[in-house]
């Protein structure tokens, strides 16, 4: 199992959209994921670098890059629906 995650950086200037990102973006991402997709959650971040934090469970990230080379741009143009910047984007293997 992978887990994806988002970063999205908090400046002076960035706008996010919380309602949004987890009543319609994220479950976009988890439809294109379909059965690949464990879960999914975010957090609004009060303190640090950022202003929020999405991830998804995913069985591998194989499987991530195969959904994402299907919808990857649909989904990535839905960002600006919901924020101005850019997320930072991890991926890695699910430990415990």
Not at 11 to 26: L, N
Not at 76 to 90: E, H
Request: aromatic share 10%; glycine share 8%.
């Amino acid at each position: 199992m992978a887990r994806v995650t988002f970063l999205y950086p908090k400046t002076d200037e960035s706008t996010f959209d919380m309602d949004y990102y987890t009543s319609t973006h994220m479950p976009m991402l988890a439809a294109a994921l379909g059965d690949d997709c464990q879960s999914w959650g975010a957090d609004k971040i009060t303190s640090g670098p950022f202003e929020a934090i999405g991830w998804a469970l995913v069985s591998s990230a194989q499987a991530f890059g195969a959904a994402m080379t299907e919808k990857g741009a649909e989904i990535s143009a839905d960002v600006a629906n919901y924020t101005n910047v850019r997320p930072d984007v991890v991926m890695g293997d699910v430990v415990r």
